[in-house]
């Protein structure tokens, strides 16, 4: 891979110039936005994840922001989740669909107030959907990206460290919730969630100039406890399940292919757009759905395209992340699969760029 070129275009975060002091190996782009992807190793990075504690810059995570009288209205059109029992301190992983049902996202969203709410967004231009619905419809709202960028502190010890610099209320936040906390006399939101099942927090800094001061400090209260720097890992997300917009679906996908018919409450989810669509998936199911494949054989390269998955000579899905698994000592992989060939425990054979592979289709990840 060619290095990237700087320019404008391509947005640097309040974090960057951390990241690069800490000798950030690699770079992906998310959201126009430079998101790191390796350290010291994907692999030793993962073993310090699951072991100790990392800052992770995940500016690239924008948010959407809703503010108005309909702001509430709005959000609800955007997705097949039921959200009239969400409450301001809350957040919900959500799909967001267009009219057929297709996946444009599926972000977190966080609900500030009744009238004020973020949509952190996966890697899709979603602002631009979210502003076309608020003029079309005429809502009294304002759509736009605020300056807020998250910065994640995950791992096991993440709790000690967020105690050492925000105090020991953060340990009392519960999975997805948020709660307000100060920095430098700053407001912050300080969310229990987070690309990883590792555990830890997310802090959604208002305002650039405050992201090194947080991160400096961060840093420097965990010295004691191997802190890091650190970015969403392939190995570990993958073990988790943890789906990612653009490569494991797109909007060729409805929900119930992801696996995200648990977030969807497409009956009682009164006005989201798509919903009639959804209604009848729902009704007749996917014939195709996202699993779990453990691959059999040696490291496999990472994977940058779809990889055929056969059976009898026969294509039966694709293979969309895949990566060498030290802690299970297998390759895992994420797949779109037929319904013929979804079941626990089916043989195929991934076409990997190394040659065909068997592996084993699982109804559950690892973690
Ligand atoms: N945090 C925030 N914004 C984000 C992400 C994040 N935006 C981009 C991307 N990640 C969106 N995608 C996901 C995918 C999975 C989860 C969160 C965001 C996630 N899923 C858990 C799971 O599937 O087990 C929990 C879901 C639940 O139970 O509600 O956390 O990471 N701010």
């Known amino acids: 891979m060619v290095l990237l070129s700087p320019s404008r275009r391509l947005r640097r975060t309040p974090f960057s110039d951390g990241v690069e002091a800490a000798g950030v190996s690699a770079y992906t782009v998310y959201n126009h936005m430079l998101l790191p992807t390796v350290f010291r190793s994907v692999q030793e990075d993962y073993h310090h994840l699951k072991s100790a504690v990392q800052l992770w810059d995940v500016a690239c995570e924008r948010q959407v922001e809703l503010r108005g009288p309909d702001a509430c209205r709005l959000m609800q059109m955007l997705t097949p989740r039921d959200l009239r029992g969400m409450l301001p301190g809350q957040c919900y992983y959500m799909p967001i669909v267009d009219e057929t049902g297709g996946m444009l996202n599926d972000p977190v969203a966080v609900k500030l ?14 602002l631009y959907w979210v502003k076309g619905i608020a003029n079309g419809w005429r809502l009294d709202v304002l759509v736009d990206e605020p300056d807020v960028s998250p910065l994640a502190v995950q791992g096991p010890k993440a709790d000690d460290l967020m105690a050492a610099v925000f105090g020991d209320a953060v340990r009392d936040i519960r999975f997805f919730r948020f709660g307000m906390f100060q920095f ?34 961060l840093m420097e209260a965990g010295a004691g406890m191997d802190v890091r720097a650190g970015c969403p890992n392939a190995i570990e997300r993958i073990e988790s399940g943890l789906l990612s917009y653009g490569n494991d679906m797109t909007d060729d996908n409805t929900p119930h292919e992801c696996g995200l018919g648990r977030f969807c409450n497409t009956h009682t989810a009164i006005g989201c757009i798509g919903r009639d669509a959804l209604l009848r998936v729902a009704k007749e199911g996917p014939v195709q759905q996202i699993r779990a494949l453990a691959i ?34 297998v390759n895992v992989g994420i797949g779109m699969i037929r319904m013929t060939h979804w079941d626990d425990g089916t043989d195929v054979v991934v076409e990997t760029p190394d040659g065909p592979r068997a592996a084993v289709v699982q109804e559950n990840f690892w973690n």
């Open 296 to 329: 059999d054989g040696p490291a496999v390269p990472g994977c940058d395209r779809w990889w055929p998955v056969r059976a009898n000579d026969k294509v039966v899905g694709r293979l969309s992340s895949a990566a060498w698994s030290p802690d299970f000592g």
């Open 184 to 217: 430098q006399g700053r407001d912050m939101v300080v969310a229990r969630s987070g690309y990883s099942k590792q555990g830890g927090f997310e802090i959604y800094v208002e305002g650039g100039d405050i992201g090194m001061p947080l991160w400096h400090a």
């Open 113 to 126: 107030a009744e009238d004020r709410w973020w949509i952190s967004i996966a890697d899709s231009d979603l």
